[in-house]
């Protein structure tokens, strides 16, 4: 049983980076802010990430459920992932995108999404009724942070503020930048953790089998425990380099990670942070290698 933490699905891409528009080409390609990028990979040729293939995806990879973040950089995909939802209730939860000085959605959700790192006022703590309603509404805060330790004094003061309500922090706390442990060190509280979505992204140069990126988890677990980290694929970006399957595979077959422990950090932790429901067995289909 596997569990993806960090996931993102768009019907049609239409976002912003730095006040500069970002939308999708074709053949997985998108301008960025005037650049163009291979934001997918190049099978996503009209530039839709549909939840379809996300599913089909995660079978052959025997991926039993995803949690579905937001990105600006993608545009706000609300309408979208309420209809992913409805077509599969039970492998997907799904967050809202909070955006700045815009009303943001509960109906219907699991969590809400902060891009707390492209916030223009980087103190959290102003943003305080984005964590008062999800802890009213029974949701979770999924929160991507500044590099280092920029954001980690007004998180943990909403923390403090609402020791109830569950956050998971991405990127594995932006693992390759000064600082990072910072981050990492705010799931000592009681209801954060940590996942690692784009740590195959940040880890890139090196590349399969991300032997770095497993020494870092090991070290995350010294500071929080191994009961407080999650697995995250960041699909659909870091598929441009990697398979789906890859995103977790260098998990499993690492020699460094305690086979009770993997499990925690693929599934367990995941299933019990999000509430999701059994999942049923996925069979394998033999390939044609």
């Known amino acids: 049983?596997?569990?993806?933490?960090?996931?993102?699905?768009?019907?049609?891409?239409?976002?912003?980076?730095?006040?500069?528009?970002?939308?999708?080409?074709?053949?997985?390609?998108?301008?960025?802010?005037?650049?163009?990028?291979?934001?997918?990979p190049p099978y996503m040729i009209s530039g839709e990430n549909s939840a379809d293939m996300l599913i089909s995806n995660m079978d052959y990879a025997g991926v039993n459920g995803a949690v579905i973040t937001q990105e600006e950089i993608d545009g706000n995909q609300d309408s979208y992932l309420l209809t992913a939802k409805s077509q599969y209730p039970n492998r997907l939860k799904i967050c809202s995108l909070y955006e700045e000085n815009k009303p943001f959605e509960t109906i219907g959700f699991d969590g809400i999404k902060i891009c707390a790192g492209r916030l223009p006022t980087q103190d959290l703590t102003k943003y305080y009724k984005v964590f008062e309603t999800a802890d009213r509404n029974n949701m979770f805060i999924s929160i991507d942070m500044a590099d280092g330790d920029l954001q980690t004094g007004s998180l943990h003061e909403m923390i403090q503020q609402y020791p109830d309500l569950?956050?998971?922090?991405?990127?594995?706390?932006?693992?390759?930048?000064?600082?990072?442990?910072?981050?990492?060190?705010?799931a000592q509280n009681k209801n954060v953790y940590i996942e690692s979505g784009g740590i195959t992204w940040l880890f890139n140069s090196e590349?399969?089998?991300?032997?770095?990126?497993?020494?870092?988890?090991?070290?995350?677990?010294?500071?929080?425990?191994?009961?407080?980290l999650m697995w995250g694929s960041d699909y659909p970006r870091t598929m441009v380099e990697i398979t789906y399957k890859m995103s977790f595979d260098f998990?499993?077959?690492s020699k460094e990670i305690a086979d009770s422990d993997k499990e925690k950090f693929l599934y367990k932790n995941a299933k019990a942070f999000y509430g999701l429901a059994d999942f049923e067995e996925i069979k394998p289909v033999k390939n044609m290698l």
């Open 1 to 40: 049983m596997i569990i993806d933490a960090h996931a993102h699905l768009w019907k049609k891409q239409n976002g912003r980076v730095d006040t500069k528009p970002v939308f999708a080409l074709k053949n997985g390609k998108s301008n960025f802010g005037g650049e163009i990028r291979q934001m997918m």
């Open 251 to 253: 998990v499993l077959k």
């Open 166 to 186: 569950k956050m998971a922090i991405g990127h594995f706390g932006m693992v390759t930048r000064n600082g990072w442990k910072e981050q990492i060190k705010l």
């Open 207 to 228: 590349f399969y089998p991300y032997f770095s990126a497993i020494q870092a988890i090991n070290e995350a677990s010294q500071i929080c425990g191994f009961d407080k």
